[in-house]
């Protein structure tokens, strides 16, 4: 078997110095190269913080994470930074799009903060991301102009700018209509089958979940259920 | 376009009605600086143009007489004798010291004492100067103060002042007595009559040839003083101080001779430049709250930059480059509305003649200081506002906006 994209051992985080407020408590999760996986769960049952402690936008309190391989837990931040750029992509629910700056632009956004400034080839990349999400013809606008399903495909263009191995998505279709959510699903299960990058989605939407390939339910900071997919696998 | 800067201008133009309220913060405190600096230094440039347009920068003259004590009478109550004219010994080796000095530029001599000049039953009490216009002239120019006549000290001619004229009723052509110290007196003939715009000079000056001073005054062949011009207006007690050591004579320079006007003007020139710190302290205030706050505003958008892979230094480097924005673009924009305020002041306070009556000084070195100090101060004033948006936890913004 292929090493794992995600590895976590006995992962826990809690919020707090004096009055300590727990929130996950010792996850154990592997997450296999390629595997399109649904994380469910109540509010408040820590899918946020897992995805924040996946995408090393935060420190565990305790346990280990390794992502593609790599130990993570003891990074100092530039390290960090670095890695997180090239290794994993997010999608948020608001999107969180530069206002200020176009679709290409935004597209373009990690790969600048990277290098330090465009270039030509950066730019012929996020052209190909924005045609592969449908949206060549809209590439000079600004994100504000745009319907809030087209932002969201911007920023999964985004997402994929560094050619992540790991896409993190944190209810990407939650602020969207049935029919731009079930868009935008379909183009990231298309993305994940023709490029085979992993992804982890978070969402409540239980018929979006069960198009994933496996399901994780997260209640009260811990792993309720996991296994998957039935309805996919069969 | 490096991405720091790129994403600096983009904040900047998104949040456009911010930018334009600050640029013109910093626009008109730019202005005020400029407007006051300019004003002040006109104004001081102007005193000292007028003060050192009738007087020599620096003044050699002999020591005073001062009585020699013997050590066995050192108890004796010592008398402080009358000053009296005396020449300098050897003047024309202290000139040519004084010319090879650096610094110095020019050196004449010149003889001064009291005396009176008379005319039918008028007298006055009058300056008698003695000088060579040749060489004069180039230490203080009073050939262009003539209103009358011509600077001519030839023979037995003189030039008086506008005020002298008036007093005994004197023009161009006529005859004048001067009488000197021990009743040494002529008669001359008055070549020119000057206005230097100093009443106590008008009614008290009368210029001989250097000869006519030496004889009326009883100091054939010698000088009362060597008179100099510097390079640097502010070097010239230094300057006198050294001539002073190198002659054993007394060099006093044009602000030990005006202390009062030194002290007004230092006095002018602290208030200004107090006035300039509260400016530039409000502007660097107006900088930092308006980047604070747009740091609290784009704190979602920091957080997904840093997300994506954005650097907490470059996120830094952005709000710096904002604050240098600020200031550089607003300075310039100050310094344009500045020297447009200089230009309409000086139309309004124009004389009848057509000449400034205020004077501004306005110049490069202004500007570029300007431009410097308020680009400085956008940098600094960033300083927080962008060590607070480097330090943003990605997840806290992100979850919390």
């Known amino acids: 078997m292929a090493e794992p994209i995600v590895h976590l051992e006995q992962v826990r985080k809690h919020y707090g110095e004096k009055i300590i407020t727990p929130v996950l408590h010792g996850i154990d999760l592997e997450i296999q190269p390629g595997e399109f996986t649904a994380?469910?769960?109540?509010?408040?049952?820590?899918?946020?913080?897992?995805?924040?402690l996946l995408g090393l936008l935060d420190r565990p309190s305790s346990g280990l994470i390794r992502i593609a391989g790599t130990e993570t837990s003891g990074m100092p931040d530039r390290t960090r930074t670095r890695f997180r750029g090239e290794t994993i992509g997010f999608i948020f629910q608001f999107h969180y799009l530069l206002p200020a700056f176009t679709a290409l632009e935004n597209v373009m956004l990690p790969s600048m903060a990277r290098e330090?400034?465009?270039?030509?080839?950066?730019?012929?990349?996020?052209?190909?991301?924005?045609?592969?999400?449908?949206?060549?013809?809209?590439?000079?606008?600004?994100?504000?102009?745009?319907?809030?399903?087209?932002?969201?495909?911007?920023?999964?263009?985004?997402?994929?700018?560094?050619?992540?191995?790991?896409?993190?998505?944190?209810?990407?279709?939650?602020?969207?209509?049935?029919?731009?959510?079930?868009?935008?699903?379909?183009?990231?299960?298309?993305?994940?089958?023709?490029?085979g990058i992993t992804f982890l989605i978070v969402t409540h939407d239980e018929r979006l979940a069960h198009r994933c390939d496996r399901i994780v339910e997260l209640v009260d900071g811990q792993i309720a259920a996991d296994g998957p997919n039935v309805a996919v696998a069969t | 376009?490096?991405?720091?800067?790129?994403?600096?201008?983009?904040?900047?133009?998104?949040?456009?009605?911010?930018?334009?309220?600050?640029?013109?913060?910093?626009?008109?405190?730019?202005?005020?600086?400029?407007?006051?600096?300019?004003?002040?230094?006109?104004?001081?440039?102007?005193?000292?143009?007028?003060?050192?347009?009738?007087?020599?920068?620096?003044?050699?003259?002999?020591?005073?007489?001062?009585?020699?004590?013997?050590?066995?009478?050192?108890?004796?109550?010592?008398?402080?004798?009358?000053?009296?004219?005396?020449?300098?010994?050897?003047?024309?080796q202290t000139i040519e010291i004084a010319s090879r000095m650096p610094g110095v530029l020019a050196a004449a001599p010149s003889i001064a004492g009291p005396g009176f000049a008379l005319r039918s039953r008028g007298s006055k009490a009058i300056a008698l100067r003695g000088i060579d216009p040749g060489d004069y002239f180039r230490i203080v120019d009073f050939g262009r103060f003539i209103e009358s006549g011509s600077f001519d000290l030839t023979g037995f001619n003189a030039v008086i002042g506008t005020d002298l004229a008036a007093d005994l009723g004197i023009r161009v052509g006529d005859k004048i007595r001067l009488q000197a110290v021990g009743d040494r007196a002529t008669i001359l003939q008055v070549s020119g009559i000057i206005d230097a715009g100093v009443r106590d000079?008008?009614?008290?000056?009368?210029?001989?040839?250097?000869?006519?001073?030496?004889?009326?005054?009883?100091?054939?062949?010698?000088?009362?003083?060597?008179?100099?011009?510097?390079?640097?207006?502010?070097?010239a007690s230094v300057i006198a101080d050294r001539l002073a050591d190198r002659t054993g004579l007394r060099a006093e320079s044009w602000m030990q001779l005006n202390r009062q006007l030194m002290t007004g003007l230092r006095t002018q020139g602290s208030s200004s430049v107090v006035i300039q710190v509260f400016v530039v302290l409000a502007v660097a205030l107006g900088i930092a709250s308006v980047l604070a706050v747009s740091v609290v505003q784009k704190s979602r958008e920091i957080g997904i930059m840093r997300a994506v892979g954005t650097?907490?230094?470059?996120?830094?480097?952005?709000?710096?480059?904002?604050?240098?924005?600020?200031?550089?673009?607003?300075?310039?924009?100050?310094?344009?509305?500045?020297?447009?305020?200089?230009?309409?002041?000086?139309?309004?306070?124009?004389?009848?003649?057509?000449?400034?009556?205020?004077?501004?000084?306005?110049?490069?070195?202004?500007?570029?200081?300007?431009?410097?100090?308020?680009?400085?101060?956008?940098?600094?004033?960033?300083?927080?506002?962008?060590?607070?948006?480097?330090?943003?936890?990605?997840?806290?913004?992100?979850?919390?906006?």
């Open chain 1, 39 to 52: 994380l469910m769960g109540p509010s408040g049952s820590g899918k946020s913080t897992l995805l924040n």
């Open chain 1, 116 to 195: 330090g400034r465009p270039t030509d080839a950066m730019q012929r990349v996020a052209s190909e991301l924005l045609h592969e999400v449908g949206l060549d013809d809209q590439a000079h606008k600004l994100v504000t102009e745009m319907s809030g399903g087209q932002q969201q495909r911007v920023a999964i263009a985004r997402a994929l700018a560094m050619q992540p191995r790991l896409v993190l998505a944190d209810e990407p279709s939650g602020n969207l209509d049935t029919k731009s959510g079930r868009l935008v699903f379909d183009l990231m299960r298309r993305i994940n089958q023709a490029r």
């Open chain 2, 1 to 92: 376009m490096p991405f720091e800067w790129l994403v600096a201008l983009r904040f900047l133009r998104e949040g456009r009605v911010q930018t334009f309220f600050i640029l013109t913060g910093v626009g008109v405190g730019t202005t005020v600086i400029i407007f006051l600096s300019a004003l002040i230094t006109g104004l001081q440039q102007s005193i000292i143009d007028r003060t050192l347009g009738t007087q020599a920068q620096v003044i050699i003259r002999m020591p005073d007489e001062v009585p020699q004590v013997l050590d066995t009478l050192a108890d004796a109550r010592v008398e402080r004798p009358a000053q009296r004219i005396r020449s300098i010994v050897g003047w024309q």
């Open chain 2, 201 to 235: 000079l008008n009614e008290r000056f009368v210029f001989v040839s250097l000869r006519m001073g030496q004889t009326l005054l009883g100091l054939e062949g010698g000088v009362s003083s060597v008179e100099l011009k510097v390079a640097d207006l502010f070097e």
């Open chain 2, 311 to 401: 650097r907490s230094s470059q996120v830094l480097r952005i709000f710096l480059i904002q604050g240098l924005l600020v200031g550089l673009v607003g300075s310039v924009g100050g310094i344009f509305t500045g020297f447009g305020l200089v230009k309409f002041f000086e139309a309004l306070t124009r004389n009848p003649d057509g000449t400034a009556s205020l004077t501004f000084a306005l110049n490069g070195a202004l500007y570029v200081r300007t431009t410097v100090i308020a680009t400085l101060v956008g940098i600094a004033a960033a300083v927080l506002p962008a060590r607070r948006a480097s330090r943003l936890d990605p997840a806290e913004v992100i979850r919390y906006g």
